[in-house]
């Protein structure tokens, strides 16, 4: 039986981090050599873990399916990271971060984590600073900031559009360094496959070597997921092509419970698709709403050209509605807008399915090269993707999928309901609530990696010292192996006739189209049914070439699309079950006259967290109430 | 309306490090020119797989020019012929109907074939691991702004730290040598405050593990032409400076 110990520390909410710094188990130094930890992931929350994991003492295996830990997901951040050092004197402090965070994550997160986030995220500035991470600087040459969706102080940390780029290569060289002395085993092109777990706690994992597709045990004293977020469940997202849940999915189907896998980000600034054979959508930073003006036009149907579209007969829909934050409200307030107007028939481009994001206005105030320099990478992205220059015709803009504040459930530890299993980074469900503010991904990324797992992972492995992990001969390994191989041959087997990409976009239609924007009862339903049909139609009838004894992407494939398939479910079950509207999880049904999400505090204030029972029968959903004793509960206004 | 091309397509095919491989001469009709190369491959891959055919393997990621994951050789050219953009960048549209394009993997003894398209560049990571960090455990930094760092400084911190590690210089280089890699990783750290403790040691290490894995520069300038990140060539003059300045600065160090 299951039971959710969230483990929050005794005391005021600014001191529990340190209390709990004093309360945990720890390891001496030089007993920390006998320990073997396995982190899964190398992007900024993994590669952070392992290399500070490593530099107390720890012996480290990491994994990762990249060739190369630099390439992780993370790299593709641009906007920045946010920290509440109040450089600019504009009132901020760790209160008012953690107070925004709160509010923005529509009081669905635990105070207690997010307070920790806020404090450590100082932290994490002077740490990078201190690898090289070249952030932005003044003449003075003292650090810069800006603004970003959802805050109204200037709090936010960036290196160019290329935040998550150099936090990254700052994680990864700190990794190199570990590499270096041997204090971290690197395992590039490794997929793992499976979980493993003895008498329900963690004990290793099982990988297929994509070069030579052969399937290995390893076991460690704790083992790290830091395998990312599920957004590709959409198959369209702003994510990279190999972002899959299949790790996180594979511990839960192991007794992980997986908590809020409704609560999905879908980002107001991506490039609108252009045509069916569209992979991926590309974010534009949302840092371009702090200058760019977003509009449509007033009538329906509009063919006139933008520059021909006289300023009265534009609509600029967020400034509006929301006078006090304009085009910088919060993430899902921006994109439920722009479906709004896209729906009502005033969408923007070829296919009528974008809204402009308009620089001309900061072109005329600030002259176009302070554009340039605040966003030129940015510029020549979109041009490159589009074809159209936008410093003369305002871009074109859509939602789109972008982050999963969802994911595995897990303690103030950072613990997941298995003991010794850890998840970090976007892989958890923990700080974002129900909607994630802009720049806090990589700050909790971050957190999490450097400045929280370090200091409470002894706690699990104190009370170890002198036992070795489980051999990787045990029948736990060796039975994980062989369900290993088993699922790759029965996919060898099937020789249908849809390759792996068509059942991955068919399946993404269904979420979109019922668990995306705006979700309603009827359409959750169908999904519900829709979902496991497909399964069953793809279990049937997928094609996989080649040998599994080698480089095999189809096989790498089918495995992520499996998992999907059930991940989805679980996402548009817990969709069904939320009946109330919350940060990204907007139900038709519950939303004030004004068109607003509308929670019901009374009967959803707690995280839902689902246990596995298995494929044929129902999960379980076990509720983690959560209490809000220092940011009141009030209905998020923005106007 | 979109524009549709219809090409010709000669693809490189290799099934392991250790196999012959041989092109694939393949027509490929209705490619809209808004997909971008690799939506293009995607297209191709579909119908082959509808044909009973193994997919053209290839590595890719990000599909937004950053994570250095994509790289092939187009008609002859590392990343293709727009400057300054990646394989997954590139958009069809920069291609005419009727075109005849072929695609190879990168071509450098030090990055083997492992099939296909695909190659592997691990020996980048090589010189990383031997200097191209800044020791700064968890934990030990002090305030962010206790250092100010001239803005030109960071920017040209910035200007080297925008590589992506893709490889393309390498590849495009008759040599096949690894300078501007190994300069845009040196200069990153090397021109901030914070990077000059190690900065001798870090500079010595590099270079030499760089000699041992790839070829001699011989000034042809073409790493930086396929450079997606434009990653400037005076880097390289940097390294080099600094290098010379390492063999004498790290025996003066080590005698104090
Ligand atoms: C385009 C874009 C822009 C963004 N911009 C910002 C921003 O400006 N600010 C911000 O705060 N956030 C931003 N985000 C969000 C943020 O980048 C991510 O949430 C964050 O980087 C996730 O980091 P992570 O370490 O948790 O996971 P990832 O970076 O996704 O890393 C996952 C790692 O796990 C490995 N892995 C996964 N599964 C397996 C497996 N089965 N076997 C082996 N290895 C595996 C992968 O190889 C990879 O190394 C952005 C996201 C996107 C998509
Ligand atoms: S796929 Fe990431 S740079 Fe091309």
Same mark, same amino acid.
């Given at each position: 039986?299951?039971?959710?110990?969230?483990?929050?520390?005794?005391?005021?909410?600014?001191?529990?981090?340190?209390?709990?710094?004093?309360?945990?188990?720890?390891?001496?130094?030089?007993?920390?050599?006998?320990?073997?930890?396995?982190?899964?992931?190398?992007?900024?929350?993994?590669?952070? %873990?392992?290399?500070? +994991? /490593?530099?107390?003492?720890?012996?480290? *295996? &990491?994994?990762? =399916?990249?060739? $190369?830990?630099?390439?992780?997901?993370?790299?593709?951040?641009?906007?920045?990271?946010?920290?509440?050092?109040?450089?600019?004197?504009?009132?901020?402090?760790?209160?008012?971060?953690?107070?925004?965070?709160?509010?923005?994550?529509?009081?669905?997160?635990?105070?207690?984590?997010?307070?920790?986030?806020?404090?450590?995220?100082?932290?994490?500035?002077?740490?990078?600073?201190?690898?090289?991470?070249?952030?932005?600087?003044?003449?003075?040459?003292?650090?810069?900031?800006?603004?970003?969706?959802?805050?109204?102080?200037?709090?936010?940390?960036?290196?160019?559009?290329?935040?998550?780029?150099?936090?990254?290569?700052? %994680?990864?060289?700190? +990794? /190199?360094?570990?590499?270096?002395?041997? *204090? &971290?085993?690197? =395992?590039?092109? $490794?997929?793992?496959?499976?979980?493993?777990?003895?008498?329900?706690?963690?004990?290793?994992?099982?990988?297929?070597?994509?070069?030579?597709?052969?399937?290995?045990?390893?076991?460690?004293?704790?083992?790290?997921?830091?395998?990312?977020?599920?957004?590709?469940?959409?198959?369209?997202?702003?994510?990279?092509?190999?972002?899959?849940?299949?790790?996180?999915?594979?511990?839960?189907?192991?007794?992980?419970?997986?908590?809020?896998?409704?609560?999905?980000?879908?980002?107001?600034?991506?490039?609108?698709?252009?045509?069916?054979?569209?992979?991926?959508?590309?974010?534009?930073?949302?840092?371009?709403?702090?200058?760019?003006?977003?509009?449509?036009?007033?009538?329906?149907?509009?063919?006139?050209?933008?520059?021909?579209?006289?300023?009265?007969?534009?609509?600029?829909?967020?400034?509006?509605?929301?006078?006090?934050?304009?085009?910088?409200?919060?993430?899902?307030?921006?994109?439920?807008?722009?479906?709004?107007?896209?729906?009502?028939?005033?969408?923007?481009?070829?296919?009528?399915?974008?809204?402009?994001?308009?620089?001309?206005?900061?072109?005329?105030?600030?002259?176009?090269?302070?554009?340039?320099?605040?966003?030129?990478?940015?510029?020549?992205?979109?041009?490159?993707?589009?074809?159209?220059?936008?410093?003369?015709?305002?871009?074109?803009?859509?939602?789109?999928?972008?982050?999963?504040?969802?994911?595995?459930?897990?303690?103030?530890?950072?613990?997941?309901?298995?003991?010794?299993?850890?998840?970090?980074?976007?892989?958890?469900?923990?700080?974002?609530?129900?909607?994630?503010?802009?720049?806090?991904?990589?700050?909790?990324?971050?957190?999490?990696?450097?400045?929280?797992?370090?200091?409470?992972?002894?706690?699990?492995?104190?009370?170890?010292?002198?036992?070795?992990?489980?051999?990787?001969?045990?029948?736990?390994?060796?039975?994980?192996?062989?369900?290993?191989?088993?699922?790759?041959?029965?996919?060898?087997?099937?020789?249908?006739?849809?390759?792996?990409?068509?059942?991955?976009?068919?399946?993404?239609?269904?979420?979109?189209?019922?668990?995306?924007?705006?979700?309603?009862?009827?359409?959750?339903?169908?999904?519900?049914?829709?979902?496991?049909?497909?399964?069953?139609?793809?279990?049937?009838?997928?094609?996989?070439?080649?040998?599994?004894?080698?480089?095999?992407?189809?096989?790498?494939?089918?495995?992520?699309?499996?998992?999907?398939?059930?991940?989805?479910?679980?996402?548009?079950?817990?969709?069904?079950?939320?009946?109330?509207?919350?940060?990204?999880?907007?139900?038709?049904?519950?939303?004030?006259?004004?068109?607003?999400?509308?929670?019901?505090?009374?009967?959803?204030?707690?995280?839902?967290?689902?246990?596995?029972?298995?494929?044929?029968?129902?999960?379980?959903?076990?509720?983690?109430?959560?209490?809000?004793?220092?940011?009141?509960?009030?209905?998020?206004?923005?106007? | 309306?979109?524009?549709?091309?219809?090409?010709?397509?000669?693809?490189?095919?290799?099934?392991?490090?250790?196999?012959?491989?041989?092109?694939?001469?393949?027509?490929?009709?209705?490619?809209?020119?808004?997909?971008?190369?690799?939506?293009?491959?995607?297209?191709?891959?579909?119908?082959?797989?509808?044909?009973?055919?193994?997919?053209?393997?290839?590595?890719?990621?990000?599909?937004?020019?950053?994570?250095?994951?994509?790289?092939?050789?187009?008609?002859?050219?590392?990343?293709?012929?727009?400057?300054?953009?990646?394989?997954?960048?590139?958009?069809?549209?920069?291609?005419?109907?009727?075109?005849?394009?072929?695609?190879?993997?990168?071509?450098?003894?030090?990055?083997?074939?492992?099939?296909?398209?695909?190659?592997?560049?691990?020996?980048?990571?090589?010189?990383?691991?031997?200097?191209?960090?800044?020791?700064?455990?968890?934990?030990?930094?002090?305030?962010?702004?206790?250092?100010?760092?001239?803005?030109?400084?960071?920017?040209?911190?910035?200007?080297?730290?925008?590589?992506?590690?893709?490889?393309?210089?390498?590849?495009?280089?008759?040599?096949?040598?690894?300078?501007?890699?190994?300069?845009?990783?040196?200069?990153?750290?090397?021109?901030?405050?914070?990077?000059?403790?190690?900065?001798?040691?870090?500079?010595?290490?590099?270079?030499?593990?760089?000699?041992?894995?790839?070829?001699?520069?011989?000034?042809?300038?073409?790493?930086?032409?396929?450079?997606?990140?434009?990653?400037?060539?005076?880097?390289?003059?940097?390294?080099?400076?600094?290098?010379?300045?390492?063999?004498?600065?790290?025996?003066?160090?080590?005698?104090?």
């Amino acid at each position: 039986m299951v039971t959710l110990d969230a483990k929050i520390p005794e005391g005021p909410i600014a001191e529990k981090w340190d209390n709990h710094k004093f309360s945990v188990k720890l390891v001496n130094p030089a007993n920390k050599r006998r320990f073997d930890v396995i982190v899964v992931g190398t992007g900024l929350a993994g590669a952070s %873990a392992a290399a500070s +994991l /490593a530099e107390l003492g720890y012996n480290v *295996k &990491v994994f990762t =399916y990249h060739d $190369s830990p630099r390439r992780a997901h993370s790299i593709a951040a641009q906007g920045g990271i946010n920290a509440s050092k109040n450089y600019r004197n504009d009132g901020d402090s760790v209160y008012r971060l953690f107070y925004d965070t709160v509010k923005g994550g529509d009081y669905r997160s635990r105070e207690a984590n997010v307070y920790r986030l806020a404090q450590v995220a100082d932290d994490i500035i002077d740490q990078c600073t201190a690898q090289g991470v070249p952030f932005a600087r003044e003449y003075g040459g003292l650090l810069a900031n800006r603004s970003f969706g959802g805050a109204q102080v200037s709090r936010t940390f960036y290196a160019r559009g290329q935040t998550g780029q150099q936090l990254l290569l700052g %994680a990864y060289q700190a +990794l /190199a360094a570990q590499i270096a002395v041997g *204090k &971290v085993t690197l =395992y590039n092109r $490794s997929d793992v496959l499976d979980i493993v777990t003895k008498d329900g706690e963690a004990a290793g994992i099982v990988t297929r070597d994509m070069l030579s597709g052969e399937v290995t045990a390893h076991s460690a004293h704790a083992v790290v997921l830091a395998t990312g977020g599920y957004g590709n469940v959409y198959y369209l997202s702003t994510n990279a092509m190999q972002c899959n849940g299949s790790a996180i999915w594979r511990a839960h189907r192991k007794g992980a419970l997986f908590a809020n896998p409704c609560y999905t980000q879908i980002h107001p600034t991506c490039i609108p698709a252009a045509d069916e054979f569209q992979s991926k959508l590309t974010l534009m930073s949302e840092s371009l709403r702090n200058d760019g003006r977003i509009w449509v036009p007033r009538g329906f149907d509009e063919s006139r050209a933008a520059d021909q579209i006289p300023e009265d007969e534009r609509y600029y829909f967020l400034e509006e509605k929301y006078p006090a934050f304009g085009n910088l409200v919060p993430r899902d307030v921006a994109s439920r807008n722009a479906k709004t107007v896209v729906d009502e028939g005033r969408g923007v481009g070829p296919l009528s399915n974008g809204v402009y994001l308009d620089f001309a206005a900061a072109r005329a105030r600030d002259g176009v090269e302070a554009v340039k320099e605040r966003y030129g990478n940015l510029f020549d992205m979109y041009e490159r993707i589009t074809g159209e220059d936008p410093y003369s015709v305002p871009m074109r803009i859509y939602p789109a999928t972008h982050y999963t504040m969802g994911g595995l459930w897990v303690d103030y530890n950072l613990m997941t309901t298995v003991p010794g299993l850890y998840a970090l980074g976007e892989a958890n469900f923990s700080d974002h609530g129900a909607n994630r503010l802009g720049a806090s991904a990589l700050m909790q990324g971050l957190a999490d990696g450097y400045f929280v797992l370090p200091s409470t992972i002894s706690d699990h492995l104190a009370p170890q010292l002198g036992n070795s992990p489980v051999p990787t001969d045990d029948p736990v390994f060796t039975e994980a192996i062989d369900t290993v191989n088993d699922r790759t041959r029965m996919w060898m087997n099937v020789k249908g006739t849809h390759g792996v990409e068509h059942y991955h976009r068919e399946l993404g239609k269904i979420v979109w189209e019922h668990c995306g924007m705006a979700r309603n009862e009827a359409g959750l339903q169908k999904a519900m049914s829709e979902i496991p049909a497909l399964r069953d139609e793809f279990r049937k009838n997928v094609k996989v070439l080649g040998s599994p004894d080698g480089i095999n992407t189809m096989l790498e494939k089918v495995n992520r699309v499996d998992d999907f398939m059930e991940l989805a479910e679980l996402k548009v079950r817990d969709a069904l079950h939320r009946a109330e509207s919350c940060g990204g999880h907007f139900r038709e049904e519950s939303q004030t006259p004004e068109g607003e999400a509308l929670r019901d505090d009374e009967n959803f204030a707690y995280v839902g967290a689902w246990e596995w029972n298995g494929e044929d029968a129902e999960p379980t959903l076990h509720k983690e109430h959560l209490e809000f004793e220092y940011v009141k509960l009030t209905q998020r206004s923005y106007k | 309306m979109t524009r549709m091309l219809n090409l010709k397509l000669r693809i490189w095919r290799q099934n392991g490090p250790d196999s012959e491989g041989a092109f694939l001469d393949i027509d490929a009709p209705g490619i809209p020119e808004d997909a971008s190369f690799l939506e293009m491959l995607d297209v191709v891959n579909e119908r082959l797989i509808s044909d009973d055919i193994e997919p053209v393997t290839f590595d890719h990621d990000c599909r937004e020019g950053i994570c250095g994951t994509c790289g092939v050789m187009i008609n002859g050219q590392a990343h293709g012929p727009e400057k300054a953009t990646a394989t997954c960048q590139l958009h069809m549209r920069k291609f005419n109907d009727g075109d005849e394009i072929t695609i190879e993997p990168w071509q450098a003894t030090s990055f083997p074939v492992l099939k296909d398209l695909m190659v592997d560049r691990r020996t980048l990571d090589r010189i990383v691991e031997a200097g191209g960090y800044i020791s700064a455990p968890t934990g030990t930094a002090p305030d962010a702004n206790e250092i100010a760092i001239p803005k030109e400084a960071a920017e040209m911190s910035m200007d080297a730290a925008a590589c992506i590690g893709c490889g393309a210089c390498i590849a495009a280089c008759p040599n096949s040598a690894g300078q501007l890699f190994t300069a845009a990783k040196l200069a990153h750290l090397n021109v901030l405050p914070q990077g000059q403790p190690e900065r001798w040691k870090r500079t010595e290490a590099m270079v030499e593990t760089m000699e041992d894995f790839f070829g001699a520069c011989t000034n042809h300038g073409e790493c930086h032409e396929a450079c997606p990140k434009e990653v400037p060539l005076d880097f390289i003059a940097m390294m080099n400076r600094d290098y010379v300045r390492s063999k004498v600065k790290n025996r003066s160090l080590a005698s104090q």
